[in-house]
């Protein structure tokens, strides 16, 4: 889940305003060029189901705004799914003065967002460099995983993906999770989307959401050295932006047609390579040079 948050601001300089209500829509943004065309019988249908990819959401102005007056209005939207999404304020309206009659005006108010990868659940069985390893599996939860140290005060810098919110609820000020590393290895980490490797639809997705959750876990116990997806030159994560970088490219990433990139070499010799292969129909597996290590 996430906020989003619309500011109004009353512009006139002696009435307040009373009765406003928004209209809010989220959606994924679609390629024209792909889009099919829609027979002439079943152009119904095609609405129905574009309709239903439509998250809407609407605002109420419960209280009056005084003149110049500036208020922030809160929704809270939980994604249905990864990729380039737009969030539009598609119409303000009001019910002023006899609440029975809606008055609504259009907008064009819009922004382009990204949607990153849902986390999912792992099981880690401890690469064999890492002397420290051991098994555990990670939850949604913060304080049912085995890698969980503390919770601490949130710094500027940390992902958002780290705040513990029921904690930061309880105490007033925001706490994120820390976790302690199961050794001092570092990983590199490689994704290789070729659609010859991946031709499930659902099996990609989990890959993206896998990938994107063992990159956060990583980066946040220091171990997470550099990333790469297709053979791309190597990027280092050395802040949180740079996994965010990443979590940006996973967020619109597609399956890729032809066999796998060739790669590029990491310019460092004792790295940890993570890869990433299917295992059956719906599973998938990570690999520590060449060794099954994690598996979701």
């Not at 003065?97 to 069985?125: C, E, H, N």
């Not at 619109?252 to 299917?278: D, E, M």
Request: positive net charge.
């Amino acid at each position: 889940e996430t906020l989003v948050t619309v500011e109004v601001k009353n512009s006139k300089t002696r009435l307040p305003t009373y009765g406003l209500f928004l209209d809010l829509k989220t959606h994924l943004r679609q390629n024209a060029e792909a889009e099919p065309e829609v027979p002439a019988g079943k152009v119904r249908e095609a609405l129905a189901a574009a309709e239903k990819a439509i998250t809407r959401g609407q605002l109420f102005l419960r209280e009056r705004l005084e003149p110049q007056g500036q208020v922030a209005l809160e929704w809270v939207h939980k994604p249905t799914a990864r990729g380039e999404a737009v969030l539009e304020l598609e119409a303000v309206g009001s019910l002023f003065p006899f609440g029975f009659l809606r008055k609504s005006v259009g907008t064009d108010a819009r922004q382009q967002i990204l949607v990153w990868p849902a986390q999912v659940d792992y099981t880690w069985r401890g690469a064999v460099s890492a002397q420290a390893g051991t098994q555990g599996r990670r939850t949604a939860r913060a304080g049912t995983g085995d890698d969980l140290f503390a919770l601490r005060k949130y710094n500027p810098g940390d992902s958002h993906r780290l705040v513990h919110w029921k904690a930061s609820a309880r105490l007033g000020r925001l706490m994120v999770r820390q976790f302690a590393a199961e050794s001092l290895d570092g990983f590199v980490l490689q994704v290789d989307a070729s659609a010859a490797l991946w031709p499930r639809p659902e099996q990609f997705e989990l890959l993206c959401s896998f990938a994107g959750t063992l990159a956060e876990d990583l980066f946040a116990t220091g171990r997470l050295q550099a990333v790469s997806i297709n053979g791309e030159p190597w990027r280092e994560t050395r802040r949180v932006r740079d996994v965010e970088a990443f979590w940006d490219r996973l967020a619109t990433l597609q399956p890729a047609p032809g066999g796998p990139p060739a790669g590029q070499p990491f310019p460092v010799s004792n790295r940890n390579l993570i890869t990433f292969a299917p295992q059956g129909a719906r599973g998938i597996t990570a690999h520590v040079d060449g060794i099954p290590t994690a598996s979701a």
